[in-house]
């Protein structure tokens, strides 16, 4: 069935953004899903199908990514807090319940979570950390130099060939394409936003975690170098409530990656947001399907 989509202005009417509303008939909850940089709501096909089984599910494009780049022209750059506070009124309105993040969307969604939305429940942040290791350091690096010089072919060698080294090859073609015939303005918006990272120290604002009062479910990949499940557990440090699970298996990309991974997402998402055992019965291999997919 084909998602619900609507143009909605947000931001203090600042911006418009192209959401997609996945309809579940006997939902009675809603989530939200925050793509990570440089991605758009293609980046969660897999997720959104075995979500929407038990959720309604909200997904959305940044104002300068995807489809709603053509409704906001000039708009210059958009910073993390205003992508919180983008989230903030999509939560609004659709009367959202829980959220969910992937990779460096986890910034936007924890601020927004720091600001306590009366609607949120539960939250999950994926391949997310509070600590810039030194390999993510590299890739950081690395890519600050090859967005500068808008070097569209290595931009998108550096995505495969780091955090998305385990995808399938199908994904890593469809990544090469996107990545490589993006805008310019979006290249300049993921290089304000990477150079200011590599420069500050708290990139994901760990002083305001503690203001985070709902279940937080941290979930990282065994096989992932940038975001490690280790480092993502020094969050327990500044969130009151949170859990972690890793995913056996699985690099940066968890579900994305293959058949096994995907199960365990699915198993520790509905487990954490739904914990009734009659909503864990096992994915069929048959149902993972290889849908092409980008996130930063």
């Known amino acids: ?17 192209h ?6 008939p006997t939902a009675r909850k809603t989530i939200i899903l925050v793509n990570g940089s440089l991605a758009t709501t293609a980046s969660f096909a897999q997720t959104v199908r075995y979500l929407q089984e038990h959720f309604n599910v909200v997904l959305f494009d940044q104002p300068y990514a995807g489809q709603s780049k053509i409704h906001n022209h000039g ?18 309105h659709y009367r959202v319940n829980y959220l969910m993040s992937f990779s460096w969307g986890g910034v936007a969604a ?4 720091a600001q ?50 385990h995808l399938p090859s199908l994904f890593k073609r469809y990544n090469f394409r996107h990545v490589s015939s993006l805008d310019e303005h979006e290249y300049r918006q993921m290089h304000a936003h990477i150079h200011k990272v590599v420069r500050l120290d708290s990139y994901c604002h760990l002083n305001c975690l503690g203001a985070i009062h709902i279940p937080v479910l941290f979930v990282n990949g065994d096989r992932d170098e940038y975001t490690t499940p280790e480092d993502a557990r020094l969050f327990a440090r500044h969130v009151r409530d949170c859990e972690f699970v890793t995913i056996r298996g699985a690099g ?22 739904h914990p009734t055992p009659s909503l864990q019965p096992r994915l069929p291999l048959a149902d993972f399907e290889l849908q092409p997919a980008l996130a930063l």
């Open 116 to 165: 306590q939305p009366a609607r949120i429940e539960k939250a999950v942040v994926g391949s997310f950390s509070p600590l810039l290791n030194d390999a993510m350091l590299d890739y950081l690096n690395r890519g600050v130099r090859y967005l500068e010089a808008l070097d569209r072919e290595n931009v998108a060698r550096l995505v495969n060939d780091t955090i998305g080294k």
């Open 1 to 17: 069935m084909r998602p619900e989509t609507a143009v909605v202005h947000v931001h203090d009417n600042h911006y418009k953004v």
């Open 19 to 24: 959401t997609e509303f996945h309809s579940c």
């Open 252 to 273: 940066h990309f968890l579900d994305m990656e293959n058949k096994e991974a995907c199960q365990q997402m699915r198993r520790a998402l509905l487990g954490f947001l």
């Open 110 to 113: 924890l601020l927004a979570l």
């Open 75 to 92: 708009i210059g750059l958009i910073t993390k807090e205003d992508e919180a506070h983008i989230l903030l009124d999509l939560i609004e």
